[in-house]
């Protein structure tokens, strides 16, 4: 069975981002349908959910103040928002990638630092889709058991990062500079943010593995309304394959 994962994208860079996504998707076992703002958008349509990167969020969902140089899609927010809250009251895996991650948080009433490299002075600055930067996987979270605890090279193409969790959320990973990388559940659903981007990094095995953790769960949420046999979630991927 292929889960189909809704993947929200910007209106102006999402026609070139979404196929890539979609292959990372693929690659995992999944199908990938492309949602934007102003277009019908369901999480009772999909078995997953991806909240792609691009725009920043406006501060205006979390109490923050408005900065000359963001660019704000405020119907994009709304959509998320309500994508997220409704993945989570209705059991559906969620991943947020970069602004994705960011909004997987807000949405679960946290808060962003908008000057992240301004409160991290000593974290390295990037600006580049190749991996430069390095994260700590925090160990015995969903992340390590997926990705392993080895320092990981990742891309950095963000400004704003995670400041205070949102409701359930723990740390999953930080970069050198103590500057929060990674955001996931402590419980169901399955729910993962990384501030990097996967989806550029497809050639590595740790990177795909966090598509294949996404589409494993929403597997097991479809077997699972399907009344199939359900997929352990926190079990290798190669562990994973001898149930399929």
Not at 150 to 177: E, I
Request: aromatic fraction near 6%; proline fraction near 5%; glycine fraction near 10%.
């Amino acid at each position: 069975m292929k889960p189909t994962i809704g993947v929200t994208t910007s209106t102006r860079s999402g026609w070139r981002i979404f196929p890539l996504v979609a292959f990372n998707v693929w690659l995992a076992g999944g199908r990938a349908v492309r949602w934007v703002a102003g277009k019908p958008s369901d999480v009772a349509d999909v078995d997953g959910l991806i909240i792609g990167g691009g725009d920043d969020i406006s501060p205006d969902l979390y109490g923050g103040q408005i900065i000359t140089s963001s660019r704000l899609d405020t119907e994009r927010d709304a959509m998320e928002q309500r994508l997220v809250e409704e993945a989570m009251d209705q059991g559906k895996p969620v991943l947020g990638i970069c602004r994705g991650s960011q909004m997987l948080n807000v949405a679960l009433g946290g808060r962003l630092d908008q000057d992240a490299y301004g409160t991290y002075t000593t974290s390295d600055r990037h600006w580049t889709i190749l991996p430069r930067k390095t994260v700590r996987i925090v160990p015995e979270t969903r992340l390590a058991r997926h990705a392993d605890t080895v320092p990981m090279k990742v891309n950095a193409l963000h400004s704003q990062a995670v400041s205070t969790l949102g409701r359930g959320l723990r740390v999953a990973a930080r970069d050198t500079g103590g500057m929060i990388q990674a955001i996931e559940r402590t419980e169901e659903p399955f729910a993962l943010g990384v501030q990097w981007h996967p989806e550029h990094l497809f050639y590595a095995h740790r990177q795909r593995a966090i598509f294949r953790a996404l589409v494993a769960a929403a597997r097991a949420r479809a077997a699972s309304e399907a009344q199939l046999p359900r997929v352990d979630l926190d079990a290798p991927a190669w562990a994973q394959s001898k149930t399929k």
